[in-house]
């Protein structure tokens, strides 16, 4: 079946023949390398998409459910040079290591922040929960955003 | 070039002491910085692996045509298809590279797959038929033990064997299995080079090891096969031993086209070693003033089904069995046994961990028994500089700053007592389970010793090429970054080195330079860092002296207030430096486990604030402070991501990260199951870095990598103690230990 929905702003069209996931389809029919596969079911946020204003793991995404649907990764946040302020906060706060979970902090920061520019620090923890990083201990990311949201870095 | 002698002149912008940004940062921001699972090639095939689901069996036939039969597939390969040596290994080549009579783990490849796309491969490698005649698997480690089904035995005695103290502490300890669950998993694409070679960018933490062992296992000549450097997603020992490596490259000459090959997470956690599981029985004896007298210790670590490095994390566990303490008589027994539970390896602590969890655990003990505070035995018995290892009877040279750890660690402020602040932080979290009055405080206390670099003999050496370009400089390396910083590091200590700030660290294939050795040990810092920092050195000597100038920067020469040679008029000329440093030798000791076997050492220490929930057995770990002996701190932020990192995998091991393995077989291989500490897991961390130089490391610089994993998981394991009064004796501390 051909399923067609909206990602980054562009309208796509995918043929879509198996019982894949959206993280399937970004990564492997469209290109869109910066979505990660590291736990392939929810756990850890490496593949977070804002799906019609949702922030999702892309791995729970049929694909075949996507016809006329919108699509935010990690490719629509930012560009070299003109950083969003979440990635600006988390770039000067040293909050990357091996950056494998780092598109999905950031779609999930992005989220965030986007809904409440002011988050407290329990609404930040709150709404990371369901990003697993594995090399920072979280601390530099939590610094980050704390400094963005109290306007520190802001 | 002393850390004195730079002070006097200018460190230039970026140089050490500074935390400047990630190069690879504003990429893995955007995601565009290009990891292993991200790669292609033309024409690329998908591979996949077919995988024993017994920990023990007969391999009585493998019928490949209904594979073969399919569409799409391309190859399907077995134990009969290794061109070259069967088995590949780290320290001994005892694994085969694919399994050919027996079976001896659970996941163990069996089979290798090549198919047009990964699903076909999938789908292809589930047809593959093979009979087993299964067979009782060894899964206790002291029956294997008993057994003497071991891979090695390590003996200490030091000291009057016969010394006794008039405190008596006892006690046996478990730590189970930790994986360490890096979050790329297994990835590597091979792709043959049309001549019979074949370029390779996989996972790796040491791309001249994987080399060798595709060399090997191949029948190839070291010329055909390069293995590259490619974007990896966090290591912690897991990639220090090959695992598809070898299966790509055979795939790849097999097809003569491009394979790839992406490991799902199930298949990871059996894909790669993990932290050996073990168990340990320690006795210390003591006078009433708190001196160690006397220390025994049997450590069974559990080294699974193959050798990997379960030799080196014996010795560790061994040789810092009784920790950074004075002690003049001592007698440990360490044995790393061989059963048909997964294999064990490399990860994060390195052995160190496992004794540590043991000996703090008795120090606490002790401490309970002569009525002392727990920092003040420890600091009463701490080892110093100008002791010996009460091990090995090394002296230590190097600065060893054990007290100052203590006392940096016990003047920081404690956090306020009282409730949290807000529901989500009590030991029940969102799941809004805990009642406020079920929940009680708890402090614990840990110190951790550890080697840096490589011990016993083994001539670790790295090398590093330095070389001026239009730009500024390069710094050439065949070190794996996996996400520690070395690419921000390297790049400091050239920038210092030279007097030049625009420079950029370069990785390269094994075939472009000579090895760094292992992207573990907490060495690289140390080890590239040398070899940079000597490379750099030579190279700006070279270049004043040819153009008879006394400094050099990014405008070039200059003599005094003159500038003798632009820029662009020195790289006119070819400039390249490379340099090869090997840190101080070692031994391997004897058969009283005597000698000088380690080059550096470490040491750090934790203390621990949880909350715990001593009706549901849940807790909270509420912070955790630390003072840890960096040396030199080259780059202060990237040591505190370090730290804050390697206390919550501590905490991990601590209170909930346990591979649960039964009669062999993984019962939890998903993120689901097995835990993983997430943000409302993590402490708040304070850290102190104590920095009394001396080291060989660049500018008197330690490994950092490692401490803060070490007393981690035993402060936390102290605190829940002290919170619940009950002596925790096996790690993670599971619901049911407190509550039940």
Redesign the interface.
């Known amino acids: 079946m051909i399923v067609g929905f909206t990602v980054n702003d562009e309208p796509v069209s995918v043929r879509v023949s ?1 019982p894949g996931s959206l993280l399937d389809v970004l990564r492997d029919d469209l290109g ?10 929810g ?2 946020g ?1 593949c977070s998409v804002i799906l019609d204003g949702e922030l999702v793991c892309s791995c729970l995404v049929m694909a075949a459910d996507m016809e006329g649907s919108t699509v935010t ?3 629509g ?4 040079g003109a ?1 969003h302020p979440v ?1 600006e906060a ?3 706060a ?1 909050a ?8 999905g902090f ?1 779609v999930a920061s992005v989220d965030l922040f986007e809904r409440d520019p002011h988050p407290s620090p ?1 609404e930040i ?2 709404a ?15 610094r980050a955003l704390e400094g963005l949201a109290s306007g520190v870095d802001g | 070039m002393t850390l004195d002698t730079i002070r006097r002149t200018a460190i230039p912008e970026g140089g050490i002491g500074q935390s400047p940004s990630r190069p690879d940062g504003v990429p893995k921001l955007l995601g565009e910085f290009e990891f292993v699972q991200d790669l292609k090639a033309d024409g690329m095939l998908w591979a996949a692996t077919v995988r024993s689901p017994h920990a023990r069996a007969r391999i009585i036939s493998i019928d490949l045509a209904p594979a073969l039969a399919m569409g799409g597939v391309h190859a399907c390969l077995t134990a009969d298809d290794v061109p070259g040596r069967a088995t590949f290994g780290l320290e001994h080549p005892d694994q085969p590279v694919l399994a050919g009579d027996e079976i001896n783990y659970w996941g163990e490849p069996v089979a290798l797959v090549a198919a047009e796309d990964p699903r076909t491969a999938v789908r292809a490698a589930s047809l593959v038929e093979v009979t087993y005649q299964p067979l009782p698997p060894v899964t206790d480690p002291e029956e294997a033990d008993a057994s003497d089904l071991v891979f090695r035995r390590i003996r200490i005695r030091r000291g009057d064997q016969a010394a006794q103290g008039p405190v008596v502490v006892e006690g046996r300890y478990e730590l189970r299995m930790q994986d360490q669950a890096p979050l790329g998993t297994e990835a590597g694409l091979a792709i043959p080079d049309g001549q019979g070679g074949v370029d390779l960018y996989a996972t790796s933490q040491w791309l001249h090891v994987d080399q060798e062992q595709v060399v090997a296992s191949l029948g190839l000549r070291p010329e055909q096969v390069r293995s590259h450097p490619a974007g990896v997603g966090g290591a912690f020992g897991a990639r220090e031993d090959v695992s598809l490596h070898i299966h790509l490259c055979m795939l790849a000459l097999h097809t003569g086209r491009p394979v790839k090959m992406v490991y799902h997470r199930s298949e990871s956690f059996t894909g790669h070693v993990h932290r050996h599981p073990a168990r340990l029985w320690y006795r210390h004896q003591a006078e009433e003033d708190g001196r160690l007298v006397r220390v025994e210790a049997k450590l069974v670590l559990d080294g699974g089904a193959y050798a990997s490095t379960t030799s080196a994390v014996l010795a560790n566990a061994s040789y810092f069995a009784v920790g950074p303490y004075r002690c003049g008589s001592v007698a440990v027994d360490g044995v790393g046994v061989r059963t048909n539970n997964p294999p064990s390896g490399a990860m994060r602590g390195f052995g160190a961990v496992q004794s540590c969890f043991g000996y703090e655990s008795q120090m606490d003990r002790l401490a309970a028994a002569l009525g002392m505070p727990p920092l003040e035995l420890r600091r009463v018995n701490a080892l110093v500089t100008g002791d010996r290892l009460p091990t090995t009877g090394q002296l230590i040279e190097i600065p060893l700053p054990t007290r100052e750890v203590i006392d940096s660690l016990e003047a920081m402020p404690m956090p306020d007592e009282g409730l949290v602040s807000h529901h989500s932080l009590l030991p029940g979290g969102s799941g809004l389970t805990t009642e406020p009055v079920h929940v009680r405080r708890g402090v614990g206390y840990a110190v951790g010793i550890k080697n840096l670099g490589f011990s016993e003999g083994f001539d670790d050496y790295a090398q590093a090429r330095v070389r001026l370009v239009d730009d500024g400089a390069i710094v050439e390396t065949a070190a794996m970054e996996v996400g520690q910083g070395l690419v921000t590091v390297l790049a400091q200590i050239a920038r210092t080195a030279l007097g030049v700030s625009s420079v950029r660290v370069i990785h390269v294939d094994t075939s472009k330079i000579d090895s760094a050795g292992s992207t573990s040990a907490s060495r690289q810092t140390q080890m590239s860092g040398g070899a940079t920092l000597e490379a750099a050195t030579r190279l700006r000597t070279r270049v004043l002296g040819h153009f008879g100038g006394d400094a050099l920067d990014d405008e070039g020469v200059w003599n005094g207030e003159e500038l003798v040679a632009p820029w662009q008029q020195v790289v006119e000329g070819e400039w390249a430096e490379a340099a090869t440093f090997r840190h101080p030798p070692t031994i391997r000791p004897d058969e009283e486990g005597q000698g000088v076997a380690h080059a550096d050492f470490a040491v750090a220490a934790h203390r621990a604030v949880v909350d715990v929930d001593v009706e549901l057995g849940l807790v909270k770990v509420v912070r955790v402070d630390t003072a840890q002996d960096v040396g030199f701190a080259l780059n202060p932020e990237s040591i505190r991501g370090q730290i804050e990192g390697g206390i919550l995998q501590g905490v991990g091991l601590a209170i909930m990260e346990e591979l649960v393995i039964e009669e062999g077989v993984i019962l939890n291989p998903t993120f689901t199951d097995y835990l993983l500490p997430t943000v409302l897991d993590a402490p708040e961390v304070e850290a102190l870095l104590v920095e009394a130089g001396g080291s060989w490391g660049p500018f008197g610089a330690k490994g950092v990598g490692e401490p803060p994993a070490i007393s981690s998981t035993a402060a936390v394991a102290a605190a829940i103690r002290d919170a619940t009064g009950r002596q925790l004796d096996r790690v993670p501390i599971r619901p049911q230990d407190i509550a039940l």
Do not use: D, M, W
Not at chain 1, 128 to 142: K, P, S, V, W
């Open positions: 198996h869109l390398l910066g979505s990660k596969s590291a736990c392939q079911q756990e850890c490496s990764s990690i490719e946040v930012g560009a070299e950083l990635q988390l770039h000067s040293g990357i290591q091996c950056g494998f979970c780092t598109p950031v329990t923890r709150e990371l929960a369901g990003n697993i990083c594995r090399c920072t201990g979280y601390g530099a990311i939590l």
